[in-house]
């Protein structure tokens, strides 16, 4: 006969031990789950991803229902345990139900800790803890505008960037001088903090909250200083607290959490408490690793296996905020005995520190570089004895900072029992293994077979590395990831389908290559449309529905959904009589802002979309493409023409340059800069593509960024003549549009597909004229987005169909500030 297993809660910690259980022992236990959640288990971690907007509700299902029933399980969602009657062994549930067991796990989790203060419960204030606050956050960034988040930890950040990402005004209320100030230090938080604010995140340190303002629904926070911040919305992120109410009021011993011992024995015999709501030797833990050893541990013992017990764990954590690497394990502030190693690179936003006592590692704190995190809490863990050869352990091979280290050395010197997937506890070994005895071809057949990135998806790059290490160069191809989840076909291989089966729209290509999901998704919408143009550029209807909200339009959406119109200014020269003209159509329309963009041009900023074909009428100007993935500016010095340095003409060869590729898409923005001496003052090595002129020619520089992540160009060669200038540049910008994926910078593809590939693909005037011919075939057909809509009334009444004076489009704006390039959120164009 099957023992009665009880599960009271149905989270990612409960669940996991019974997956474990069922692996173990699929026979011996008769299970029955109870879960105040209406949900299937479901992936906590990822709401911060679904709040982000990058991914969806659907995504985060662990165990979808028909796991249940396939597992024998019985499931009563959306019940909560209020009863136990030990002598009986029975629990019973809020809705009546009642069921014996034989053996009760709790594993309730915790609850988000509210503060409290007066108007705490006022509507529009709310935790982040489960799907429904993640959806009440969503739908109130529909309605209203200003967030509070108050709680500067790992939760707090998640939440203010998913908010952002939602178009909202977001202010951090923090306690202390300084944010997750219980995983960093101060030199790695303010760096922290800088980047965040970079990403328009704003920070009220030091501040008590004191009390909640508004009537019935929130309208601002009041501090203990006197201050006050206006508020639609407040998230508290203030901490959690383990959910113990059923066993206390069941006299199970109960201190912060469920007291239990190193098999996860409670102090009443058959019930075991595991994850968030148990407390083992003292600690109550809030990451999923340490909770998972402890379902393991567990479940073990209840298959009658045996097991050493749970001694505890040492954790580490990342804050999942993207274009942000932070880490942080063990001891993370110098105390006395303790010494650290330090790296400091202020080129590259890079910081890292290990402390060192007693000859071992006991904590490290990383930002802006990441990379290193895996070795060095493995030393934290396994507590290696490095006397007399700390720095060497400990700086290793490119510790130093970035660049140093290529892209899989790492993994390939990496000893087999190095944990990879820190959350699941996967080895490198578990994960080879795997590969080579299931013949495992990609990072979810690996996750579906080992666990490994099944829950922050923090270390996917990594079990990427270990996939390419083990399959070698030819198993590359076969690892490739799908472009999106709607496919396992990864960008070359769709790119290649639309060329040999020509394949000329995007139903077309999901029905041929059997998308998984038919609509496609955000993802591969607009990459699918970017493709198709690129292979077919005459024959390719452009999918307007399939772009962002920016491209759309043709206006750069505001944080408060106007719009921004930068018209195109040839080479950042202009004159009187254009100038005029910007300035009456500025006063026109009332134009709340004008301002010089870092491409030396002007963005009026402030426009109420359906006053955008009026204003693009009025300038008669051609469009600056300020807001897509299309040639943007091209910035120049003055060169010969005026500075007694110049030794060639900077400001025609830009206006030149600029003539010959507006218009042209490419995979991302590109920006292109012409300085008219080796003295660079129009900054080209920090552009897609930099013209810098030298004595008798000029050198041409490729891959360059001065945006999130600064990157300085590679000199592609040297060229003697403006024509070769041209040729060269042609073929390039080809070269990248052929061969980029959508929404990849140059400076990441080129570091990608290697400067040596670029080279070899532009080696001939045969291979370069070819190059030439295709863009020329792209360039032919594209016209100005602004004077067609103005010519094209169907167009254009879809600027005019809005009532009312500020066309506020709550969920465009949204949407472009979750588009994978957040150019809404910037008032001026980047440089
Ligand atoms: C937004 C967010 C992001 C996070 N990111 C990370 C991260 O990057 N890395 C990381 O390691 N951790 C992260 N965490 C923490 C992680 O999600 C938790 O540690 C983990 O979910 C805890 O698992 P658990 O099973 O103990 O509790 P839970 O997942 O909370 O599950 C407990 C379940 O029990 C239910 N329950 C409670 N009482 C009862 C009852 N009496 N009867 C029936 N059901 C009951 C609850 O409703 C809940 O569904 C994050 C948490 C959040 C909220
Ligand atoms: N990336 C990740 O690993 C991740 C992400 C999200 C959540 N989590 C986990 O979820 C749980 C909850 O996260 P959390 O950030 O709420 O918890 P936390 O306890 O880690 O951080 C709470 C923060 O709120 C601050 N705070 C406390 N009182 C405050 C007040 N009155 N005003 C302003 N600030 C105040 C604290 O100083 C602290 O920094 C934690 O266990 C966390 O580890 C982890
Ligand atoms: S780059 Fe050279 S030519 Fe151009 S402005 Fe500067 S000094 Fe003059
Ligand atoms: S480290 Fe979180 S899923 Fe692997």
Same mark, same amino acid.
């Given at each position: 006969?099957?023992?009665?297993?009880?599960?009271v809660?149905?989270?990612?910690?409960g669940v996991?031990?019974?997956?474990?259980?069922?692996?173990?022992?699929?026979?011996?236990f008769?299970?029955?789950?109870?879960?105040?959640? @209406?949900? @299937?288990?479901?992936?906590?971690?990822?709401?911060?991803?679904?709040?982000?907007?990058?991914?969806?509700?659907?995504d985060?299902?662990?165990n979808?229902?028909?796991?249940?029933?396939?597992?024998?399980?019985?499931?009563?969602?959306?019940?909560?345990?209020?009863?136990?009657?030990?002598?009986?062994?029975?629990?019973?549930?809020?809705?009546?139900?009642?069921?014996p067991?034989?053996?009760?796990?709790?594993?309730? =989790?915790?609850?988000?800790?509210?503060? @409290?203060?007066?108007?705490?419960?006022?509507?529009?204030?709310?935790?982040?803890?489960?799907?429904?606050?993640?959806?009440?956050?969503?739908?109130s960034?529909?309605?209203?505008?200003?967030?509070?988040?108050?709680?500067?930890?790992?939760?707090g950040?998640?939440?203010?960037?998913? &908010?952002?990402?939602?178009?909202m005004?977001v202010s951090?209320?923090?306690i202390?001088?300084?944010?997750?100030?219980?995983?960093?230090?101060?030199?790695?938080s303010?760096?922290?903090?800088?980047?965040?604010?970079?990403?328009?995140?704003?920070?009220?340190?030091?501040?008590?909250?004191?009390?909640?303002?508004?009537?019935? $629904?929130?309208?601002?926070?009041?501090?203990?200083?006197?201050?006050?911040?206006?508020?639609?919305?407040?998230?508290?992120?203030?901490?959690?607290?383990?959910?113990?109410?059923?066993?206390?009021?069941?006299?199970?011993?109960?201190?912060?959490?469920?007291v239990?011992?190193?098999?996860?024995?409670?102090?009443?015999?058959?019930?075991?408490?595991?994850?968030?709501?148990?407390?083992?030797?003292g600690?109550a833990?809030?990451?999923?690793?340490?909770?998972?050893?402890?379902?393991?541990?567990?479940?073990?013992?209840?298959?009658g296996?045996?097991? *050493? =017990?749970?001694?505890?764990?040492?954790?580490?954590?990342?804050?999942?905020?993207?274009?942000?690497?932070?880490?942080?394990?063990?001891?993370? $502030?110098?105390?006395?005995?303790?010494?650290?190693?330090?790296?400091?690179?202020?080129? +590259?936003?890079?910081? %890292?520190?290990?402390?060192?006592?007693?000859?071992?590692?006991?904590g490290?704190?990383?930002?802006?570089?990441?990379?290193d995190?895996? $070795?060095?809490?493995k030393?934290?863990?396994?507590?290696?004895?490095v006397s007399?050869?700390?720095?060497?352990?400990v700086? =290793?091979?490119?510790?130093?900072?970035?660049?140093?280290?290529?892209?899989?050395?790492?993994?390939a010197?990496?000893?087999?029992?190095?944990i990879?997937?820190?959350?699941?506890?996967?080895?490198?070994?578990?994960?080879?293994?795997?590969i080579?005895?299931?013949?495992?071809?990609?990072?979810?057949?690996?996750?579906a077979?080992?666990?490994?990135?099944r829950?922050?998806?923090g270390?996917?790059?990594?079990v990427?590395?270990?996939?390419?290490?083990?399959?070698?160069?030819?198993?590359?191809t076969?690892? %490739?990831?799908?472009?999106c989840?709607?496919t396992?076909?990864?960008?070359?291989?769709?790119?290649?389908?639309?060329?040999?089966?020509?394949?000329?729209? *995007?139903k077309?290509?999901?029905?041929?290559?059997?998308?998984?999901?038919?609509?496609?998704?955000?993802?591969?919408?607009?990459a699918l449309?970017?493709?198709l143009?690129?292979?077919?550029?005459?024959?390719?209807?452009?999918?307007?529905? *399939?772009?962002?909200?920016?491209?759309?339009?043709?206006?750069?959406?505001?944080?408060d959904g106007?719009?921004?119109?930068?018209?195109?200014?040839?080479?950042?020269?202009?004159?009187p009589?254009?100038?005029?003209?910007?300035?009456?159509?500025?006063?026109?329309?009332?134009?709340?802002?004008?301002?010089?963009?870092?491409?030396?041009?002007?963005?009026?900023?402030g426009?109420?979309?359906?006053?955008?074909?009026?204003?693009?009428?009025?300038l +008669?100007? @051609?469009?600056g493409?300020?807001?897509?993935k299309?040639?943007?500016?091209?910035?120049?010095?003055?060169?010969?023409?005026?500075?007694?340095?110049?030794?060639?003409?900077?400001? =025609?060869?830009?206006?030149?340059?600029?003539?010959?590729?507006?218009r042209?898409?490419?995979?991302?923005?590109?920006?292109?800069?012409?300085?008219?001496?080796?003295?660079?003052?129009?900054?080209?090595?920090?552009?897609?593509?930099g013209?810098?002129?030298?004595?008798?020619?000029?050198?041409?520089?490729?891959?360059g960024?001065?945006?999130?992540?600064?990157?300085?160009? +590679?000199?592609?060669?040297?060229?003697?003549?403006?024509?070769?200038?041209?040729?060269?540049?042609?073929?390039?910008?080809?070269?990248?549009?052929?061969?980029?994926?959508?929404?990849?910078?140059?400076?990441?593809?080129?570091?990608?597909?290697?400067?040596?590939?670029?080279?070899?693909?532009?080696?001939?005037?045969?291979?370069?004229?070819? &190059?030439?011919?295709?863009?020329?075939?792209?360039?032919?057909?594209?016209?100005?987005?602004?004077?067609?809509?103005?010519e094209?009334?169907?167009?254009?009444?879809?600027?005019?169909?809005?009532p009312?004076?500020?066309?506020?489009?709550?969920?465009?704006?949204?949407?472009?500030?979750?588009?994978?390039?957040?150019?809404?959120?910037?008032?001026?164009?980047?440089?």
């Amino acid at each position: 006969m099957k023992r009665k297993l009880v599960l009271v809660g149905n989270g990612m910690a409960g669940v996991w031990c019974v997956e474990h259980m069922l692996k173990l022992a699929p026979q011996r236990f008769e299970v029955t789950i109870f879960g105040s959640e @209406p949900h @299937p288990n479901y992936n906590r971690i990822l709401l911060s991803s679904v709040l982000a907007g990058d991914s969806s509700m659907k995504d985060i299902v662990l165990n979808d229902w028909d796991w249940y029933r396939d597992n024998g399980i019985t499931l009563h969602a959306g019940h909560t345990v209020t009863k136990i009657d030990k002598a009986k062994r029975t629990v019973t549930s809020d809705k009546g139900v009642t069921v014996p067991y034989d053996e009760l796990i709790l594993a309730t =989790g915790s609850r988000a800790f509210i503060l @409290p203060v007066p108007g705490a419960d006022k509507e529009g204030v709310i935790a982040f803890r489960d799907i429904k606050d993640c959806e009440t956050m969503m739908e109130s960034a529909k309605k209203y505008k200003k967030a509070v988040v108050i709680g500067g930890g790992l939760l707090g950040l998640e939440a203010a960037r998913g &908010l952002l990402n939602l178009n909202m005004e977001v202010s951090v209320v923090h306690i202390h001088d300084y944010v997750m100030e219980r995983q960093l230090d101060q030199t790695a938080s303010s760096m922290l903090r800088t980047e965040l604010e970079a990403q328009g995140m704003k920070f009220l340190l030091q501040k008590h909250t004191e009390q909640i303002l508004g009537r019935d $629904r929130v309208t601002g926070v009041k501090f203990k200083d006197g201050s006050v911040v206006e508020a639609d919305l407040v998230v508290m992120a203030v901490g959690i607290r383990p959910n113990v109410a059923i066993a206390k009021d069941h006299g199970i011993e109960v201190n912060r959490g469920i007291v239990v011992n190193d098999f996860l024995e409670t102090n009443v015999p058959n019930i075991y408490a595991v994850g968030e709501c148990a407390e083992h030797r003292g600690v109550a833990y809030g990451l999923v690793a340490p909770l998972y050893e402890q379902g393991d541990v567990l479940a073990k013992r209840l298959c009658g296996l045996e097991v *050493s =017990g749970y001694e505890g764990s040492v954790t580490s954590t990342k804050l999942k905020v993207s274009g942000v690497d932070v880490f942080s394990a063990g001891q993370y $502030r110098e105390a006395p005995g303790t010494r650290a190693i330090k790296v400091v690179d202020e080129f +590259d936003g890079i910081y %890292k520190k290990v402390l060192i006592r007693d000859g071992k590692v006991v904590g490290a704190v990383m930002f802006g570089d990441t990379s290193d995190s895996t $070795r060095i809490f493995k030393l934290i863990r396994t507590g290696e004895d490095v006397s007399g050869r700390e720095k060497e352990v400990v700086l =290793g091979e490119g510790f130093g900072g970035a660049g140093g280290k290529s892209a899989g050395s790492g993994v390939a010197a990496m000893a087999d029992d190095e944990i990879i997937c820190g959350c699941n506890g996967v080895s490198k070994g578990a994960i080879v293994k795997a590969i080579n005895e299931q013949g495992l071809t990609s990072v979810d057949a690996i996750k579906a077979c080992t666990g490994a990135s099944r829950s922050c998806g923090g270390c996917k790059p990594l079990v990427g590395e270990v996939l390419q290490c083990t399959l070698g160069a030819d198993g590359v191809t076969a690892a %490739k990831e799908g472009i999106c989840g709607c496919t396992t076909l990864g960008r070359d291989e769709v790119v290649e389908a639309i060329r040999s089966m020509h394949l000329t729209t *995007s139903k077309e290509v999901m029905n041929v290559l059997g998308w998984e999901n038919t609509e496609g998704c955000s993802k591969c919408r607009p990459a699918l449309n970017y493709y198709l143009g690129m292979v077919w550029p005459v024959e390719h209807e452009e999918e307007r529905e *399939s772009r962002f909200v920016n491209e759309r339009n043709h206006a750069n959406i505001q944080k408060d959904g106007t719009y921004s119109v930068i018209p195109r200014i040839y080479g950042g020269v202009t004159s009187p009589q254009e100038l005029k003209r910007i300035a009456e159509v500025a006063e026109k329309y009332e134009v709340p802002l004008v301002k010089f963009t870092g491409g030396q041009r002007l963005d009026l900023l402030g426009v109420k979309k359906e006053d955008l074909p009026k204003v693009w009428e009025d300038l +008669d100007m @051609p469009s600056g493409y300020g807001y897509g993935k299309a040639l943007r500016t091209v910035k120049t010095c003055v060169g010969n023409t005026f500075c007694r340095f110049g030794t060639q003409d900077a400001m =025609g060869m830009g206006i030149a340059i600029e003539r010959r590729f507006e218009r042209l898409n490419t995979p991302a923005k590109v920006k292109i800069a012409v300085s008219g001496c080796p003295r660079n003052c129009a900054e080209a090595t920090i552009k897609d593509f930099g013209i810098v002129a030298i004595d008798g020619g000029w050198e041409l520089h490729v891959g360059g960024n001065g945006g999130v992540k600064v990157r300085a160009t +590679d000199l592609l060669c040297k060229v003697k003549t403006e024509e070769e200038v041209m040729e060269y540049a042609a073929a390039y910008l080809q070269f990248y549009r052929e061969t980029g994926k959508w929404n990849e910078r140059t400076s990441e593809w080129l570091p990608r597909v290697g400067l040596e590939t670029v080279r070899a693909a532009l080696d001939t005037p045969e291979k370069r004229q070819a &190059l030439v011919a295709r863009i020329d075939e792209a360039l032919q057909v594209m016209t100005d987005p602004w004077k067609e809509i103005i010519e094209t009334p169907s167009l254009r009444a879809t600027f005019e169909e809005l009532p009312g004076s500020l066309a506020v489009d709550a969920s465009a704006a949204a949407e472009a500030a979750a588009g994978l390039e957040s150019e809404a959120a910037a008032a001026v164009e980047r440089p």
